[in-house]
C-alpha cells in the first residue's frame, strides 16, 4: 500500500497551522496601507508566490545535475514535480502582478525587467514541462530534461540583465536603500507568509512524488495483468 | 589541432550534402524574404515607420528563418539513420557539435548576405550607419543563435515532433540574443556612437561564451541513446 508517511502529514499540518498563521498576519495583523488600501494584501502572496517559483527552479537545476552525475531516478523525480510547483507559483505571480499593478499604478502591465523576467522565466518551464510531455523512453527523456533544465536555469540571470538595459524602471523598489521602506508589522507578516508558502513548497513537493510513485506501482500492476492475460 | 580538422571534416560533409540537394538553404532563404515581405504588408513600407521597426523585422527574418535550418540539421541524420554512424566516428562528440554549430552558421551568414540586401533595397532602406558594426552585431547575434540553437536542436531531434518543439523551446532561452542584436541594430541605425552598443555587444558576446562552453559540456548527454 502506498500511504503517505507520518512525516508527510505532519509536515501537512505544520503547514496547514503556518498558512493559517499568514492568513491572519496578513489581513488582521498587517496594517492596512494608507494609499493602496486593502489591495496591497496582495503583496504578501505576490512575492512569497515569487519566491517559491524561484526556489523550485533553483531545485531543478540542483537535481538536474544530481541526476546527470548520479543517473537515479528519484532526482529526476524530484526536478519534474518541483519544475510543476514553480510553473503553479509562477503562474500566480503572473496573476497577482497586474491586479495588484492595475491598483497601484492603473495599469496592467509594464515592461519592466522583473515583471518581463518573470514571464520569460515562465516560458522557460512550459518549455520544460512540454519537453516532459513528449513521447520518449524514460531515461532517454530524463536525460534531456535535466539538459534543459540546467540550460534555462542559466539563462534566466542573462535574460533578467538584457531585459533589465532594455526596459523601462517603473517598478518600486521596496527594500534597499532607494526603496520606500516598510511597516515593521508588514515586514513580519511578509516574513510569516514566505514561510507559510515555503512549508507549502515541500509539502507540494512530498505530494507530487508520492504521485509519482503511485503512477509507477500503478505502470507496473498494468503490466502484470497484461502479462496475464495473454 | 586534430580536432580542428575533425570538426572540419564534418562540416565539409554537412555543407557537401546540404549543396547536392539545397534543401534547407533554398528554404532559409525563401522564408526569410518571405517575413520581409509580410511585414513589408504589416507596416506601411513607405515613410518612417520602416526606420522605427526595420531591426524587429530584420532579426525576426533572420531568426525564423535560421529555425527552419536548424530543425533539419538534426532531425535528417536521425532519419537517415547516419546520426548513428555520426556517433560511431572515432571522435569526440563534441566535435559534432562544434561541427554542426558552424554548419548552421555558414549556412545562416549565406542567408542574411542576400536577405538583408533584398531589405534594403524593398524598403527603400538608407544604410546610414557603420557597416562594420552592423556586420559585427550581425556576427555575434548569428553566433549566439546558432550555438544554443543547434543544442537544442540536437536535444529536440529526439522528439517525434521535432519541429513543433524546438521553436516553443528555443525562443524563450533565446531572449538576450533578440534583445541585444535589436537594441544595437536600432542604434547603428540610427547612428549613434559605438559606445551606445558596446554595452550590447558585450552581452552578446558573453552569451555566445557561456552557450558555447555550456553545450560543450552537456552534448554527451544529449547524443546518448
Not at chain 1, 494608507?34 to 531543478?60: C, D, E, L, P, T
Not at chain 1, 513528449?134 to 531515461?139: D, I, L, V
Amino acid at each position: 500500500m502506498l500511504q503517505p508517511s507520518k512525516s508527510h502529514q505532519l509536515l501537512g499540518w505544520i503547514t496547514f497551522v503556518l498558512v493559517l498563521v499568514a492568513l491572519y498576519m496578513s489581513f488582521i495583523y498587517a496594517p492596512i496601507e494608507r494609499v493602496m488600501g486593502y489591495v496591497q494584501k496582495i503583496f504578501y502572496f505576490h512575492v512569497a508566490s515569487a519566491w517559491n517559483a524561484f526556489f523550485a527552479f533553483f531545485i531543478v537545476f540542483i537535481a538536474s545535475i544530481i541526476y546527470l552525475i548520479t543517473r537515479n531516478m528519484r532526482w529526476d523525480t524530484i526536478a519534474k514535480v518541483s519544475a510543476e510547483i514553480g510553473v503553479v507559483f509562477t503562474t500566480i505571480v503572473l496573476v497577482t502582478g497586474p491586479i495588484w499593478g492595475r491598483a497601484a499604478w492603473n495599469t496592467w502591465w509594464t515592461w519592466e525587467p522583473r515583471l518581463t523576467t518573470t514571464l520569460i522565466l515562465w516560458f522557460i518551464y512550459l518549455a520544460y514541462v512540454l519537453i516532459r510531455a513528449s513521447g520518449m523512453e524514460t531515461q532517454k527523456k530524463a536525460t534531456l530534461a535535466a539538459v534543459f533544465g540546467i540550460i534555462g536555469f542559466i539563462d534566466v540571470p542573462i535574460v533578467f540583465f538584457a531585459i533589465k538595459w532594455w526596459g523601462a524602471k517603473a517598478h518600486p523598489l521596496v527594500f534597499g536603500e532607494s526603496g520606500g521602506g516598510i511597516h515593521p508589522q508588514m515586514l513580519h507578516a511578509l516574513i510569516a507568509s514566505v514561510i507559510a508558502f515555503t512549508f507549502l513548497y515541500f509539502y507540494m513537493l512530498q505530494k507530487g512524488i508520492l504521485i509519482e510513485q503511485a503512477e509507477e506501482r500503478l505502470k507496473k500492476i498494468k503490466e502484470t495483468l497484461r502479462a496475464k492475460s495473454h | 589541432m586534430r580536432f580542428l580538422a575533425k570538426i572540419a571534416n564534418i562540416v565539409w560533409k554537412d555543407l557537401v550534402a546540404e549543396f547536392r540537394t539545397k534543401e534547407m538553404i533554398s528554404a532559409m532563404l525563401i522564408f526569410s524574404v518571405l517575413v520581409i515581405i509580410v511585414f513589408a504588408f504589416a507596416f506601411d513600407p513607405v515613410g518612417e515607420t520602416v526606420r522605427a521597426v526595420s531591426p524587429g523585422i530584420i532579426w525576426v527574418a533572420f531568426t525564423f528563418s535560421g529555425i527552419l535550418g536548424l530543425n533539419r540539421s538534426f532531425v535528417n541524420e536521425k532519419q537517415n539513420e547516419t546520426l548513428l554512424g555520426l556517433m560511431l566516428a572515432p571522435v569526440d562528440r563534441t566535435a559534432i557539435f562544434f561541427g554542426k554549430v558552424i554548419t548552421n552558421f555558414i549556412l545562416m551568414v549565406i542567408t542574411e548576405a542576400i536577405s538583408l540586401p533584398v531589405f534594403f533595397v524593398l524598403f527603400d532602406f538608407r544604410m546610414e550607419g557603420s557597416l562594420l558594426q552592423l556586420l559585427l552585431v550581425i556576427f555575434l547575434g548569428t553566433l549566439g543563435f546558432v550555438s544554443i540553437g543547434t543544442f537544442l536542436a540536437a536535444l529536440s531531434a529526439n522528439v517525434r515532433t521535432s519541429e513543433i518543439l524546438l521553436p516553443i523551446i528555443l525562443f524563450p532561452v533565446l531572449v538576450p540574443v533578440i534583445i541585444g542584436a535589436v537594441e544595437s541594430t536600432a542604434t547603428i541605425f540610427n547612428q549613434g556612437a559605438f559606445e551606445q552598443i558596446v554595452g550590447w555587444v558585450k552581452l552578446l558576446a558573453v552569451y555566445d561564451v557561456i552557450f558555447l562552453v555550456v553545450p560543450f559540456i552537456l552534448f554527451d548527454y544529449v547524443l546518448e541513446v
